[in-house]
């Protein structure tokens, strides 16, 4: 028999489902909501993902009629957005400055995962380090690239006002014409545009420093986010996929970008949109980063860097600044209306099948039985992926404090089951001591965030000993009252592909020094064996016209072989040079710093008492240093001979030698009141081939280009500061113990795995 009290119950539910597929519909059905998305800059492919998810219908799939406003120098996407003039906007990671000063901003999703901006000057002006730019003219603008060159002036020590500052007029002749020295601009812009107009340039870059921020990213105000968080998600989700279909289908891009205003009469080039999409391709790295994808570590890390320069007081936190999709509860209605249908069948089933309700619970029990089945199967199954993929699982009780781990975490890290750590200070002692304040760092911004999860990457000791590269994705669970009461995760092994990325670095860095060699051989060949070379042609040309006198042939054959010597010399400074630069042929050894230099100074003894020197030494703190024997010797000889060289005529020399440990490194200082140097007008040029700033004395100026060279090739450097007519002082700096030699315990107990 039907319950009549079921089917009336069972009649409302139905009444009400309809009621609310219907109002579900009707909102579907609505008219598309405006929406004004203003960009950073003028049309071109760097906005290529917003024209594609405007044309392919991606805005109009998520209920939005997006309107597109193009960029200029006059219109500050920030301003227009803070302004009401737009919606969301374009622009880079100077939006955290804007944050700093307190401004509603809220970052939406991070396109590009590089910072584009680059310094940029031409060839001939030589300038390749920071440094080079002091009173120098740099053409930035505020809100692009000013605040990141600022910083970087600021991080490496740098005098901020020791650079001119000129606002940017966006015209690459200011820099051709020589108005100024430097410039900001994007590495997938400018650079291809004054390459092509034939002139040579040389880039600065951020990442050289070790600085790198966003780039490009999609913001809004607090005021959209409160009241239509919707909206943004869904403008979020429709760019995103425009990114991937532009990134995928490039021609068909560039052909309507070709089509907008203003690209003709900008001089926009098919090859140029070529060019500006591969530099785009590497900026948002779409193979390696889910596109939008926001990281709140990495926004910490720039904060620091804020902090540490003052830009940003200290406590300051990022709380409310990046927008978390998490929390929207977009799907609610749909699940709403999925329970009440299953509901509803279950009713239904219920009152139809009323009279075979035996039948029903063997059927249930039977589907039950095969779940059980069907679970088990899964979790070996699961475990079987876990242990292919290499992963392992994690959690921490943060009211016990017990962290639990699974049989895979341990053979991933090489740990018998009696190794693996069961509280805090277990796993602090197996974190590398150089990331142990910045996964401290991460795990505070985490708890106090409004995020649920998170990722971050640093190094764990492995049960041999070895420190090994891991990626941590985290995710807090929190109670009613929105307490942290658990956390877990997994870990991934990642020491290898960290190990190819250290290695490809250390290839490129090798290269580019490699590359900078033979360029400056180059010159020297050009430069040092040009003369000689056309005086021989002349001589020989001379001497073929025959019927000249007697005194004349020797005249002309003591010229030969005037030339043929000067060739000879310098093929023999690159000889040395050559010699200098095969650091891989030797190899360090640990050696006695007051018995290498005792046997320096015994082979040039004639020469130290001829020029009545004085020597003292005092290695006291620092006895030995890891370095090859072959190029210590070569050193020191260098800067004795050079000291006794260039000694004054008023006073007797004095030559002092100390070392002593400092931050990782062993500096031996070595210091001369000899002529000494004015650094204002020779500045680098010290370190150069054929420098000499001393006419009168002798000298090919090869000695302290090799010396640089020597300690470079094991990753060492040198310093000079010297004052004429009072001295000169070197500082080298010799590489000390290998960072994992160093014993380190931590006793932050607030420390997040």
Not at 555 to 564: P, T
Request: proline share 3%.
């Amino acid at each position: 028999m039907i319950n009549f009290t079921h089917l009336h119950w069972l009649t409302r539910v139905f009444i009400g489902l309809v009621l609310i597929v219907c109002v579900n519909n009707r909102l579907n059905a609505a008219e598309p909501k405006d929406i004004r998305l203003q960009l950073k800059w003028h049309h071109q492919f760097q906005f290529a993902g917003y024209y594609a998810a405007q044309i392919k219908g991606f805005y109009k799939k998520e209920g939005l009629d997006v309107k597109i406003i193009e960029g200029n120098a006059h219109r500050n996407p920030l301003t227009e957005v803070l302004k009401g003039n737009a919606d969301f906007g374009v622009t880079g990671a100077d939006i955290l400055d804007a944050r700093v000063q307190n401004k509603p901003v809220v970052v939406t999703s991070v396109i590009f995962q590089h910072t584009p901006y680059v310094i940029i000057s031409l060839e001939q002006s030589k300038i390749s380090t920071l440094s080079d730019l002091v009173d120098k003219k740099v053409m930035a603008a505020e809100g692009q690239g000013e605040l990141l060159i600022r910083a970087l002036m600021m991080r490496e020590g740098i005098p901020v006002d020791r650079i001119k500052f000129v606002q940017h007029t966006w015209n690459n002749n200011d820099l051709i014409s020589g108005k100024v020295n430097a410039m900001s601009g994007y590495i997938s812009y400018e650079p291809f545009l004054i390459k092509k107009e034939g002139y040579k340039i040389r880039l600065i870059k951020p990442t050289d420093y070790g600085l790198d921020f966003y780039g490009d990213l999609i913001f809004t105000t607090r005021r959209q986010i409160a009241s239509d968080p919707r909206t943004v998600q869904a403008f979020n989700r429709a760019s995103v996929e425009g990114w991937k279909y532009a990134l995928e289908h490039e021609d068909e891009l560039i052909d309507y970008i070709l089509t907008l205003p203003g690209i003709e009469k900008r001089g926009i080039s098919r090859e140029s949109l070529k060019y500006e999409a591969a530099e785009i391709r590497k900026l948002i790295m779409p193979s390696l980063v889910e596109i939008g994808h926001i990281n709140p570590d990495r926004w910490q890390q720039m904060l620091n860097v804020y902090q540490q320069l003052k830009i940003a007081p200290k406590g300051f936190t990022l709380d409310g600044f990046l927008f978390n999709p998490n929390s929207l509860k977009e799907e609610a209605s749909d699940i709403m209306i999925g329970f009440i249908v299953i509901i509803l069948i279950l009713a239904l089933g219920s009152l139809v099948w009323n009279r075979q309700l035996k039948q029903q619970v063997d059927l249930k029990a039977l589907e039950l039985r095969r779940e059980i089945e069907q679970r088990s199967q899964t979790e070996e199954r699961l475990k079987f992926t876990l242990a292919a993929a290499n992963l392992g699982l994690w959690q921490w009780d943060l009211q016990t404090s017990e962290i639990l781990f699974n049989e895979q975490w341990a053979t991933m890290l090489d740990y018998d089951k009696d190794q693996v750590p069961h509280s805090i200070p277990e796993w602090r002692a197996i974190v590398h001591p150089d990331d142990i304040e910045r996964t401290s760092q991460s795990a505070e911004a985490l708890l106090n965030s409004n995020y649920s999860s998170d990722e971050i990457t640093y190094r764990v000791k492995d049960g041999k000993g070895n420190w090994r590269w891991i990626m941590s994705l985290r995710k807090v669970n929190r109670d009613e009252n929105n307490k942290p009461v658990r956390i877990t995760g997994i870990h991934f092994d990642i020491d290898q592909l960290k190990k190819t990325e250290v290695e490809l670095k250390e290839l490129t860095k090798e290269l580019m020094k490699k590359n900078s060699e033979l360029e400056k051989f180059a010159y020297i060949i050009s430069h040092n064996l040009r003369a000689p070379v056309v005086n021989l042609k002349s001589l020989t040309d001379l001497y073929a016209e025959g019927d000249l006198p007697e005194e004349m042939m020797q005249e002309l054959f003591s010229k030969i072989k005037e030339c043929v010597q000067i060739l000879g010399d310098t093929l023999n400074d690159l000889v040395e040079i050559v010699s200098s630069k095969l650091g891989e042929e030797v190899k360090k050894e640990k050696l006695n710093l007051e018995t290498e230099l005792t046997e320096v100074m015994r082979s040039i003894e004639s020469q130290i008492q001829n020029a009545n020197a004085l020597i003292e030494y005092d290695f006291s703190e620092a006895t030995y240093i890891n370095f090859p024997k072959r190029y210590l010797q070569s050193i020191l000889l260098n800067l004795l001979t050079n000291a006794i060289k260039y000694r004054s005529p008023d006073r007797r020399l004095h030559i002092r030698v100390k070392a002593f440990p400092h931050k990782g490194f062993i500096i031996v200082k070595f210091s001369d009141n000899g002529m000494g140097m004015d650094k204002n007008k020779i500045k680098d040029k010290i370190f150069g081939l054929y420098q000499r700033f001393h006419p009168g004395t002798e000298g090919r100026g090869l000695g302290l280009y090799i010396v640089k060279s020597q300690l470079e090739s094991f990753d060492g450097r040198i310093s000079v500061e010297s004052v004429p007519n009072e001295g000169t002082t070197f500082k080298l700096y010799f590489h000390d113990a290998p960072s994992n030699e160093v014993n380190y315990i931590n006793t932050d107990s607030k420390l997040i795995i």
